[in-house]
């Protein structure tokens, strides 16, 4: 869909190195470009000023500069921070800065959402200064063509996807809005869009931000979530040998209720994406994120649930049930207090990890059900044998 050559923010180290070689510029220049962009987040040439003044001229005549401009900030009395934010081309998207809720064992849930199984650094963390650890929440495309009847992405279409620079750019513009005492730690795919229906510019993403040059996030604290495109989901395992943590919107247990709720599942049935999960060379005590969206009537029987424990039987999962936010262009939305409770009682019984996420900025204007993430209550974990 984009034919234009790649955005300045777009490029990598060794592509820098290249570029400007050919140009005749010293071998550390293309270090000190990526640095001023994906370290310290400088976007203008002009600011750039341990450059030569030739360079930041280039620079700018190849249109490096700002991708995104922040329009509105919604802020939730809980701390959430949803930014809209306006492309060069006029469309908007969003972006959601979570920022870890207290409370005990609230952080352990944000951290389980993101991937994180690994308690180890966090022992390390110990005794250092009170952070606050941000999750943050980025787009893909504007809209999705993906066509999920409770998504207002689906139901707005797919306008077009993002560039890299988009992509990477949502995280430079939210690590500098990142306020006294917060650390931007880990970020999700989980805004606007199906990222591996834009895999070309989301693997380019994920390698600007977890470059050890640039942001530097670590893989196993960003997390993809899909719908469930196969193909996809083999090449991001085999592309990232399975470092990158991996989501999956699975809604439902059986072909049929699948289909009526995500149209993708036609193309790719259950046994299909259970096969990928199976594949998807996840890297030892790491689980695969399953999300469960549930929408009253549709796929909340105690019946589905125990239909999930069986269809995801040995495999390394945990489980977020999310009641569905209501959208305005749907009748659709989330089952009763009780029947979210009997749910996810059935899958705590049959031995997984399962978590309801509550809707965190419910006073944000909230319109677009995926950018909001949520606290959870824990239930026992469980290990699966
Ligand atoms: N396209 C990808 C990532 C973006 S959607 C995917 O589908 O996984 C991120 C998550 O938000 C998905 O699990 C999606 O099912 C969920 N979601 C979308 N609309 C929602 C709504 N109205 N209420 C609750 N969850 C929603
Ligand atoms: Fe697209 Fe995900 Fe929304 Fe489905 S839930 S329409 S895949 S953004």
Redesign the pocket.
């Known amino acids: 869909m984009r034919s234009t050559p790649l955005h300045p923010v777009a490029r990598l180290p060794e592509e820098w190195s290249t570029s400007l070689a050919s140009r005749g510029e010293r071998a550390f220049t293309a270090k000190q470009v990526f640095h001023w962009i994906h370290r310290r987040g400088v976007l203008d040439p002009a600011a750039m000023t341990n450059l030569p003044a030739r360079l930041r001229e280039h620079l700018a005549a190849e249109g490096l500069g700002e991708v995104l401009t922040p329009e509105r900030v919604h802020r939730s009395e809980d701390g959430t921070r949803k930014l809209l934010l306006r492309l060069r081309d006029g469309a908007t998207i969003e972006t959601v800065l979570l920022p870890s809720v207290s409370g005990p064992g609230s952080q352990a849930q944000l951290d389980a959402d993101a991937g994180d199984d690994d308690e180890d650094d966090d022992a390390a963390d110990a005794g250092a200064a009170p952070r606050v650890r941000v999750t943050q929440c980025i787009?893909?495309q504007v809209g999705?063509a993906?066509g999920?009847g409770?998504?207002?992405?689906?139901v707005a279409g797919l306008k077009r996807h993002l560039g890299a620079e988009e992509i990477a750019g949502q995280v430079l513009l939210g690590r500098a809005m990142l306020e006294e005492g917060e650390e931007l730690r880990n970020v999700v795919?989980?805004?606007?869009?199906?990222?591996?229906?834009n895999y070309e510019a989301t693997a380019r993403s994920l390698r600007l931000l977890t470059h050890p040059e640039g942001i530097n996030l670590s893989t196993r604290r960003v997390t993809?979530?899909?719908?469930?495109l196969v193909p996809e989901i083999a090449r991001l395992g085999a592309d990232f040998g399975g470092q990158i943590a991996l989501?999956?919107?699975l809604?439902a247990a059986d072909d049929e209720t699948r289909s009526a709720l995500?149209p993708i599942n036609r193309k790719y049935p259950l046994d299909e994406l259970l096969a990928a999960l199976r594949a998807y060379p996840l890297p030892r005590r790491r689980r695969i994120t399953i999300?469960?969206?549930l929408v009253a009537g549709q796929n909340d029987d105690p019946a589905e649930a125990r239909r999930l424990a069986k269809l995801l039987r040995g495999l390394p999962v945990k489980i977020n049930l999310?009641?569905?936010?209501?959208?305005e262009a749907?009748s659709?939305g989330?089952p009763g207090h009780e029947r979210v409770a009997a749910f996810q009682e059935v899958l705590t019984q049959a031995g997984y990890s399962c978590f309801v996420r509550r809707r965190r900025g419910d006073d944000v204007s909230a319109a677009?059900?995926?950018?909001?993430l949520l606290g959870a209550t824990p239930k026992v974990r469980r290990a699966l044998g």
Request: hydrophobic content about 35%; some cysteine.
């Open positions: 787009s893909t999705c993906m999920c409770f998504c207002a992405s689906g795919y989980m805004g606007m869009g199906e990222p591996l229906h993809v979530s899909t719908s469930g989501a999956i919107s809604h995500m999300e469960y969206t999310i009641p569905m936010n209501p959208i749907s659709l989330p677009c059900g995926q950018l909001v």
